[in-house]
């Protein structure tokens, strides 16, 4: 079974230029999460989608952060304008559905703004 | 606000002994919690879970325990082998209906041959 893909692997850009990174979950696989990880801390979720609908953006920086889940499938978070802070892992995970718990994580991207 | 917690950022055990990586949380309504491992440059990946009607959950060498009232859970790894070097991250989830995990800021393990 293969797992959920994320590309690109790493990313360097300078601030206030726009990024973008996709995710192709697991198969059959109707949630989707995004997450950010800054070095040193656990990954927080910046917004969920169950098939092409969004059940949590919370935690999403709105002004400069926006993601879509086309289909219900492959996903893709964006960033415009990136700041300094923005400097994290950005991990794509997916699970069976809503229900369960058990989330399968992508390689993520490693996000560099200078 | 912090809501997982793990206070030891790294721990190091020598081959064949208990390795014992420590959780705590604040939110009581969380209801479920997960363990997940991660080696470098990969995503974090499942390692084992339990549910708050539980106290113990066991596989292979590998054995959660959860104490509600002190907000504490554990991940005792029996023996440690060199492969178990990596971080762990504690998880939790409440049933809000979204299921979001909450990360902890994770344990690095090393295991010394």
């Known amino acids: 079974e293969a797992g959920v893909a994320q590309s690109p692997r790493y990313k360097i850009i300078e601030k206030r230029q726009s990024v973008a990174f996709w995710c192709n979950p697991i198969s059959g696989h109707a949630t989707l999460y995004w997450y950010q990880q800054i070095l040193g801390q656990g990954p927080k979720l910046l917004i969920q989608f169950q098939n092409n609908g969004v059940v949590d953006d919370s935690q999403l920086p709105k002004d400069r952060f926006s993601a879509e889940r086309l289909k219900g499938v492959d996903s893709t978070l964006k960033i415009q304008p990136a700041k300094l802070e923005d400097s994290a892992v950005y991990l794509c995970a997916s699970s069976l559905d809503g229900v369960s718990y058990e989330q399968y994580f992508g390689p993520g991207t490693r996000l560099t703004v200078t | 606000d912090q809501q997982v917690k793990q206070n030891s950022p790294s721990l190091s055990v020598q081959e064949g002994r208990i390795s014992i990586l420590n959780c705590d949380y604040t939110n009581s309504m969380f209801d479920y919690f997960l363990w997940y491992k991660k080696y470098p440059a990969e995503g974090p990946t499942f390692l084992i879970s339990?549910?708050?009607?539980?106290d113990k959950n066991e596989d292979g060498r590998f054995t959660v325990f959860l104490n509600k009232s002190a907000k504490h859970l554990s991940l005792h790894i029996v023996p440690s082998q060199p492969g178990d070097s990596a971080v762990y991250f504690c998880a939790a989830s409440a049933l809000t209906g979204a299921n979001n995990l909450f990360f902890g800021t994770g344990t690095r393990l090393t295991v010394i041959p």
């Open positions: 339990i549910s708050s009607i539980k």
